[in-house]
DNA sequence: TCGCGTGATGTTGTGTACATCAAGACAAAA
DNA sequence: TTTTGTCTTGATGTACACAACATCACGCGA
């Protein structure tokens, strides 16, 4: 464990009562905003926000500032709380380093695969064909999003695991906006395609294949993206 | 650039009179921490700090907020705000990460330095050459940072450079911590020949090898540091 | 009709008082 | 002497009122 720990939503570190309550605000906001509830440009209101929960202003901005530290959101005075969004240009760069980081994944004291890990990867792989029979933008979304979260389980590098979520956060509603333009049910397969066979490497325990695959995937990902900005 | 811009000291981002206080509060308490003003363990006043900077502690509060999310610093009520330590095992994983990363720096869009950015190097060989001569922690370790930013200049990915200085400062402390402790002559000798390497490196624009030569050191660094700690 | 100033309005930023919590001091009982 | 309960103290957490700021609509004048 490194000196901080996150006050997130997965590990609920037995904490204060204040503590608790910032984990699931800032769990519940950054959904919001990954599931494009907020879509990049919205502009929150911190006393709409702090009256939705039932809370003053103060704490709540305590968790906006959480937010804004990792790119989802701005405060700007006199403006509002908006939204963040990213050009293409910054995109590619954030998916080369993710690639990279991808990549580390098998390199970087990684872990072996419990039982329950891969039982949580095989609920994964049910739910991908389900998701090709019955294609649904944040069905989709929130599966690739446990996915990733499940993938973090086999990353023994605690930092490393910050940053790939940190990174995967400022992407993954990028890509959300953009895939429900695309050809879903090609995307959904592709992507079942990939829980298959990264289940396939986590049983027989080659978690540095593992990292080759997500990296060929997500640049793969990336460049169909590009493709797509590309025709617009 | 990504979509959100780091109140950082550097890039002195025109904003409103409050961003550029905060950006000097969270520059100078960081300062603080890394050059062991604040050694880890340390309980920060929030009261104390705001009536320094002459301000009230909500302003303050969103700074330290910022450093707590960086994990230089944790909040704890009843408690007090407190400068955070690591032990050696995290430390070595931050120093796994932060050794790919500056491969990284060669590999993803390096930028060729441009005249100021030489003349930066040449500048800091000097400082390293007086260094030599005259050991002593402080300088060493401001030495060290300002080693480091000119380095991000030639890194042309912002998310890696945003990492790559939150790792830096998680370490840099720790390392400073440390070395007081060691042979200052041996390590300022050390380091004087890295920047000489480095600014080899740099004059014939081969950044790729700078990534190298970091991740050469960075590796030596920690390992002199790992022996350090086996002996006490 | 166009340009510009001005005020209304809503937002985040700041100051301050109070609530909540944890740790240490201290005394009484076993 | 040790243990335990309570109280004091000082810290962060929270609520609320107000200041500073940006935007937009409106109206005045050229």
Redesign the interface.
Known sequence: ?????KPDVREDAQG?A?RERFALLYGTLRNRISLLDYPPGTKLSEEALAAEFGISRTPL??VL??L???????S??GVGTIV???DIE?LA??Y??RM?LAE?LG???PVSPDAETIALFRDLQESGSDLVNNPDPRRFAQLNMDFFHVLMRLCG????RE?SE??YY?TARIWLKSISHMDMAEEAAIFSREITEVLAAVDIGDIEAVGHMRRAHISMSFKRLRNYYAGT
Chains 1, 2 share one sequence.
């Open positions: 464990m490194t000196g901080h720990s204060s204040a901005r305590r500032g959480w804004e530290s990792e790119g989802l959101l701005k700007v005075q963040t969004d990213v910054a760069q954030v080369h380093l990279e580390l390199k970087l004291e590098n605690e930092p490393l940053i940190r990174l400022q």
